[in-house]
């Protein structure tokens, strides 16, 4: 772990077009999710360019509303090696307002039917009036990254 990075890496034996897909699936995202925070896709479209806007209900006990809505802006769309996307909210104007924060997965084939999937969480962006908020980064315990890849891992072998 970097200063204002984690990452997880993982080796599934699975095409890379196979887990890219299922990664631009948001239906699939809260099979993924390792906290158990990731309830729905709002929006079901599957992700297919860079700029792309997608929705996700969630869930955090800690959140003031316990459930609650995330906006997610695809920030990196480049099949089937990489994809990735900004996280924010919504606010009541419909303006979207992204916190700085990324979720990236880098996919690297190893062969016809293997990929090595890196998974990182990057808040070094956050500007520091979202930081005096006192959210903490990662907001999550170490082990989400690889709960996380370990249910990619069951999702794309059809487990």
Known sequence: MDQERVSATLTVA???ARVFAVLADPTAHAAIDG???VQEAADRAPLTEAGQIF???MYHPGHPDGDYRVVNKVHMFDPPRT???LTGTEK???QLEFGGWIWRYDL???GPSETEVTLTYDWSAVPQFIRDRGIQF???GPDHLINSLR???ELVSGR
Do not use: K, N, Q, Y
Request: charged share 15%; proline share 17%.
């Open 14 to 16: 699975v095409p890379a």
């Open 35 to 37: 906290t158990g925070w």
């Open 55 to 57: 929705r996700m209900d």
């Open 83 to 85: 994809i990735g996307w």
């Open 92 to 94: 009541g104007d419909g």
């Open 108 to 110: 690297e084939p190893l």
């Open 138 to 140: 990662p907001p999550f």
């Open 151 to 153: 249910h990619l891992a």
